[in-house]
């Protein structure tokens, strides 16, 4: 468990919910129908520890197993982003491709929790699951960052949606860089993510505030449209005022047809009255 990052108590894991995915992905020897809870246990434990790397992905699948249900089940929807306050971790390399964000053996999930502790894997862990300690998000100042000031075309590669959803799991909501990939901009605002596009020069200067720490904290202000360094400079962002607005209000494509919800309803009454054939 604590090798692959998982962040689950294993004492609350309900053995109905795991079994068949022991089973199915692990290839663990537990038996139909089992309800013994330390045994399910043993199992998940023997299993995150495999030596092949293969512990973390069957961590993020037991995260998804666990996980609340989709939005929209009921009450849960995509939180709004007003304002943040947060540590910001510096990633100046350029290309970040969503490949290097989450790594296409973690893809086989339609669930938008879970992907969190496979974000940046290959770059988070060595080929025996143990973390990489220079990597930005293992060092202790920055394992609670909410804010990535990232190098040039960051996002880049394939359109996986899986990429914003990584992102958001793990906790950051905003992401600042010169440029992002259109597909990844577009997928971060409907999952609760603000990206924001600044100029080299007021890049590299968050770059070396985000250098300092978690003793340095950036804010972020939506309806402002600016971004605060820890020392107080401030930088003003451009952005698509129905973006905006779907962000300050914690809509997704979802969100946003049902604002029409009564209207549909209505038009949904009409036509059964008047087709009732259809």
């Keep these: 468990r604590q090798r692959a990052g998982l962040g689950v108590n294993l004492t609350i894991i309900r053995p109905g919910h795991v079994v068949d995915l022991f089973r199915r ?11 013994d809870l330390d045994t ?47 540590i910001a971790a510096p990633m100046p390399l350029v290309n970040i491709d969503t490949d290097m964000i989450i790594p296409k053996v973690f893809l086989k ?17 060595d ?13 202790p100042q ?4 909410q804010i990535l000031v990232a190098g040039d075309n960051f996002g880049c590669g394939s359109s996986r949606e899986h990429a914003p959803w990584a992102i958001a799991d793990f906790g950051i909501k ?61 930088f003003s962002f451009e952005g698509d005022s129905f973006k905006k607005h779907c962000l300050l209000n914690g809509l997704d494509d979802i969100g946003v047809t049902m604002e029409h919800k009564s209207s549909i309803d209505s038009y949904e009454a009409k036509l059964a009255a008047e087709r009732p054939w259809v």
């Design 25 to 35: 992905e692990a290839g663990a020897r537990v038996a139909p129908g089992l309800d």
């Design 40 to 86: 399910v246990q043993v199992a998940a434990v023997r299993v995150f520890q495999r030596p092949d790397g293969e512990g973390r992905r069957l961590a993020g699948l037991l995260r998804q197993v666990l996980a609340p249900p989709n939005r929209h089940s009921g009450d849960d929807v995509m939180e709004k982003f007003e304002k943040l306050s947060g």
């Design 109 to 125: 999930t339609i669930k938008r929790s879970g992907l969190g502790v496979n974000l940046f894997d290959e770059m988070r862990f």
């Design 127 to 139: 080929r025996q699951g143990n973390e990489i300690p220079d990597f930005v998000l293992n060092k």
């Design 142 to 145: 920055y394992r609670e960052a």
């Design 174 to 234: 905003c992401v600042i860089s010169t440029s992002f990939a259109d597909i990844f901009y577009n997928n971060c605002f409907k999952n609760g993510i603000l990206p924001i596009v600044l100029p080299q020069d007021q890049v590299d200067i968050l770059m070396k505030d985000a250098e300092k720490g978690s003793n340095a904290r950036m804010d972020v202000d939506l309806e402002a449209q600016t971004v605060t360094s820890s020392d107080g400079e401030t």
